[in-house]
C-alpha cells in the first residue's frame, strides 16, 4: 500500500510540470515540418484551432511558416486552375 508521502512525491512531480508550463517557460522546439504544413493547411481553410494558432506563435521561425505558406498558396492556385482547365474542357 502507499503511503500518504508516496501519493503527494507524484503530485508534486505533475504540479512542477505544470507550473513550468503556467510561467512562460515554455520550450521552443522546432516544429516538424509536417506540423507546420499541416498548420498552413487548417488556416487555409479557415479551420485553424485557437492552441495551434497560440503554439504556431511560440514556436518555430516566420520565415519557415512564409515559405510554407507561398508553397501552399501556389499549389492551391494551380490545383483550382488545373480543375477549371478540367471542367471547361480545356485539357
Given at each position: 500500500?502507499?503511503?500518504?508521502?508516496?501519493?503527494?512525491?507524484?503530485?508534486?512531480?505533475?504540479?512542477?510540470?505544470?507550473?513550468a508550463g503556467k510561467d512562460g517557460q515554455q520550450r521552443k522546439d522546432k516544429l516538424p515540418f509536417w506540423k507546420v504544413a499541416l498548420?498552413?493547411?487548417?488556416?487555409?481553410?479557415?479551420?485553424?484551432?485557437?492552441?495551434?494558432?497560440?503554439?504556431?506563435?511560440?514556436?518555430?521561425?516566420?520565415?519557415?511558416?512564409?515559405?510554407?505558406?507561398?508553397?501552399?498558396?501556389?499549389?492551391?492556385?494551380?490545383?483550382?486552375?488545373?480543375?477549371?482547365?478540367?471542367?471547361?474542357?480545356?485539357?
Amino acid at each position: 500500500m502507499r503511503s500518504h508521502t508516496d501519493t503527494n512525491k507524484g503530485s508534486n512531480v505533475t504540479q512542477k510540470a505544470v507550473n513550468a508550463g503556467k510561467d512562460g517557460q515554455q520550450r521552443k522546439d522546432k516544429l516538424p515540418f509536417w506540423k507546420v504544413a499541416l498548420s498552413i493547411a487548417q488556416a487555409g481553410f479557415g479551420v485553424q484551432s485557437h492552441a495551434n494558432r497560440e503554439r504556431d506563435f511560440g514556436q518555430g521561425s516566420i520565415g519557415t511558416y512564409v515559405a510554407a505558406a507561398l508553397i501552399f498558396t501556389a499549389v492551391f492556385v494551380l490545383s483550382l486552375l488545373l480543375i477549371v482547365r478540367l471542367v471547361l474542357g480545356e485539357l
